[in-house]
């Protein structure tokens, strides 16, 4: 190929590791499955840019089919290599899209391609244009635009976009009785929200007022297709700083239990034992600011 397929060609690049059902009798990677590499990662490329397959492309009312494929092989993967997977959006037309695509082992490139994808009504699957948000999206993404966007305010300003993540976890995943996810202690936390480049909120978190020099962190909720991409993470953060900056010699928190290891990396430890909170078992957990 002539299009460059280094690894510092691709900004967005997805890891993954060759399974025994992978391999074929010659103890390589079968040819055909590189083009599912392929397909897992630009999946992952569409969640990085807040367009979870398939419902986010959907949104903006279309679809992407794939019209042509290209696959080179340079080389030969094998169970258990570790590979990089790069994804790159090379061409926008009027209504296609050229992905340029890698796999790599330790900087080396073991197979390269193009896929062009036509965007298409997802019923008659008959062409469209290429929506000018989406354009943009993709287009501010390659050329090294901010992913996501962390933002902390009072629940006047970020209510709209809180509350989606809430009732989207809370209550109509966990089945929590929308009577207990909403209380006053709204209006007097600050609240973190993060946003993804299509402007998708993904991730929320509230820090309640300090008592006795003690903050509380809760409502803390990632939607459950952009776990794994470290946004939770970023919510606590921001909301551990923000108790820091106002003095609070320590938090709390009431952690699920299958949360609780999330929470043990970020310094916090348990206190007490497990109790039942709306249904779903959770542990008290402090971490000490001071």
């Known amino acids: 190929m002539t299009t460059d397929s280094s690894p510092a060609a691709f900004r967005f690049v997805h890891r993954l590791r060759v399974r025994w059902a992978d ?53 030969s993967a094998r169970y258990d290599d570790w590979l990089d997977v790069g994804v790159r959006c090379a061409r926008i037309g009027r209504s296609s899209m050229t992905f340029v695509w890698a796999v790599q082992r330790d900087g080396r490139t073991l197979i390269d391609g193009e896929v062009v994808y036509v965007y298409a009504d997802a019923q008659q699957q008959g062409s469209l244009p290429v929506p000018q948000p989406l354009r943009e999206l993709i287009e501010h993404f390659e050329s090294g635009g901010p992913v996501s966007s962390l933002t902390t305010g009072a629940w006047a300003e970020w209510q709209a976009q809180a509350a989606a993540v809430r009732r989207a976890v809370f209550i109509e995943e966990q089945g929590i009785p929308e009577s207990e996810e909403w209380d006053a202690d709204d209006a007097a936390c600050l609240h973190a929200v993060v946003m993804l480049g299509a402007g998708t909120p993904v991730a929320t978190g509230r820090l309640l007022p300090a008592v006795d020099g003690v903050g509380r962190i809760g409502r803390m909720a990632v939607l459950r297709a952009y776990r794994g991409m470290g946004l939770g993470g970023q919510v606590l953060q921001a909301l551990l700083s923000a108790a820091r900056q106002r003095g609070d010699a320590a938090v709390e928190l009431h952690a699920q239990l299958t949360a609780r290891g999330f929470y043990a990396a970020a310094g916090f430890a348990v206190h007490g034992e497990p109790f039942d909170e709306v249904g779903i078992p959770h542990v008290t957990m402090r971490l000490d600011l001071r």
């Not at 010659?26 to 569409?46: K, M, R």
Request: aromatic share 16%; charged share 20%; net charge negative.
């Open 23 to 75: 391999v074929d009798g010659q103890q390589i990677v079968f040819n055909p499955h590189y083009l599912a590499y392929f397909d897992a990662a630009v999946t992952e490329y569409w969640r990085a840019l807040g367009l979870a397959y398939p419902d986010g492309l959907k949104r903006h009312g279309g679809d992407v089919y794939v019209r042509k494929a290209t696959v080179e092989y340079h080389g």
